[in-house]
């Protein structure tokens, strides 16, 4: 039942105390030294089993896991088969109870111990058997050393067995830390690639932006030099007091669209070259009120056209200091009230303010009659290129560009501008531009 192999002193000597005593150190740190450089679980297991029976000149030898509320004989080295692969309840076999209790049990007849389903013994050689738990404080499984013949382990023989199921715990810990540095290094790996991806695609669209915005740049010019030829005729013939009214209206619509196209290339040029820092007001004293009315007149054929108008609320004062550039201000009131007429309704209006906050401060208020915007959405207007179309408004001719560059030359003054509805429920929305007061 327990043969001797030659040159395989352990074993021949397994029932000589004073031999194991005289070799278990040196074994024990032979053992702990092959845990410890153990590459995975099922080498460490076998390097364990293996261990386990020399230590302690045993006929065979188990590694159990817990794998939850049941032991899983995970390894076994002995003369024959014991319960290799088989799980057992928690509270049906020895191992179970060593990792429950966290201590070792030694059982030196299993037709004696009631910790012994014999009826999962009997078709073994086990006789005897002595078990301790991996990691005791919390025990995630038990090594068990098992004889052919009734005996009592020794305490040198269990101290042995602790020790190394001791190193086994810290051995499966440094496996356990090793597969975790190893997905983390994969992890690492996978987000250098995925930086270097980034930083790539990154530098592609900042390749494509820069040509975007030469492009825009090279349509702007080309823009610009017809419209204001366009500006010239039209404003020409309009001030010719002998014009039909007939033709009067078609050159006042003619003078419109022409000084769109030149504000929409005016705004794709200063919206390209935002980056560049090239949007800088010249500071002069202005009339803001002033300023109002000539943007109403400008745009007053636009909204006659749709049988809408523009109203300088009651009550405003006739004059509205600020510190601004007149063109970049004007630029941003037209496109303000060109907004503003495209989402009021036929018959409608457009009620424009400028009046003092206070010392500091003055404003301007843009506020249409139309839907109005959803509040989750009222910084997203003044994106670059974005449209918020409503099913509901007739004119959709906008690009996206008028309120980025108003949020831009706003901001070049040192002010605000902010999008918010008309209060006391009304209908529509209200721009408010504040710029610092003279």
């Known amino acids: 039942m327990n043969p001797k192999g030659p040159g395989d002193p352990a074993r021949s000597n397994g029932h000589d105390p004073s031999f194991r005593e005289n070799h278990g150190a040196e074994r024990l740190l032979c053992a702990v030294g092959e845990l410890w450089r153990a590459p995975d679980l099922p080498t460490l297991l076998s390097v364990a089993a293996r261990a386990a029976r020399e230590l302690t000149g045993a006929d065979g030898a188990s590694f159990v896991l817990r794998d939850g509320e049941l032991c899983h004989y995970a390894r076994e080295d002995a003369i024959s088969s014991l319960w290799q692969g088989r799980r057992f309840p928690m ?40 078990m301790v738990p991996i990691h005791a404080r919390a025990p995630l499984g038990a090594i068990g050393s098992y004889w052919g013949s009734t005996r009592v382990a020794t305490a040198h023989e269990v101290t042995l067995l602790q020790a190394l199921a001791d190193g086994a715990a810290l051995a499966m810990d440094n496996i356990a830390l090793r597969e975790r540095m190893g997905k983390a290094e994969a992890r690492i790996d996978e987000l250098d690639a995925l930086t270097r991806e980034l930083a790539e695609r990154h530098e592609a669209l900042a390749e494509g932006q820069r040509q ?42 003619v003078l419109c669209s022409a000084e ?18 090239a949007l800088v007001p010249r500071l002069d004293e202005l009339d803001l009120t002033a300023l109002l009315e000539e943007v109403a007149e400008i745009l007053e054929p636009f909204a ?22 007149a063109d970049l201000l004007r630029r941003v009131l037209q496109n303000l009230l060109d907004n503003a007429l495209r989402h009021t309704p036929a018959r409608g209006a457009v009620h424009v303010e400028a009046r003092p906050v206070d010392a500091r401060w003055v404003e301007v208020l843009v506020c249409d009659e139309g839907p109005g915007i959803p509040a989750h ?3 997203h207007i003044f994106d ?30 040192g002010g605000t501008i902010e999008a ?5 429920g009304r209908p529509g929305s209200c721009f408010c531009v504040r710029l610092p007061a003279c």
């Open 384 to 413: 670059r290129y974005v449209r918020l179309d409503d099913p509901n408004v007739a004119s959709r001719s906008g690009r996206g560009l008028g309120l980025t560059f108003c949020k831009l030359a706003v901001e070049a003054h």
């Open 420 to 424: 918010r509805d008309n209060g006391d």
């Open 260 to 277: 769109l196209i030149q504000r929409t290339a005016m705004n794709l040029l200063d919206t390209s070259s935002r980056q560049l820092g």
């Open 377 to 379: 959405l009222r910084d």
């Open 304 to 325: 006659a056209s749709r049988d809408q108008r523009i109203a300088l609320r009651p009550g405003a004062p006739r004059c509205c200091r600020a510190r601004g550039d």
């Open 212 to 253: 975007g915005d030469a492009l825009n740049e090279l349509l702007a010019h080309d823009l610009r030099s017809p419209a204001a030829g366009i500006l010239l005729t039209a404003r020409a013939r309009l001030r010719d007091p002998e014009l039909e009214e007939r033709e009067r209206r078609r050159w006042s619509r």
């Open 91 to 130: 509270s049906s076999c020895v191992s179970g109870w060593v990792m429950l209790n966290r201590r070792p049990a030694i059982v030196d007849d299993i037709a004696l111990d009631p910790r012994i389903p014999l009826g999962v013994y009997r078709p073994t050689f086990v006789r005897s058997m002595a």
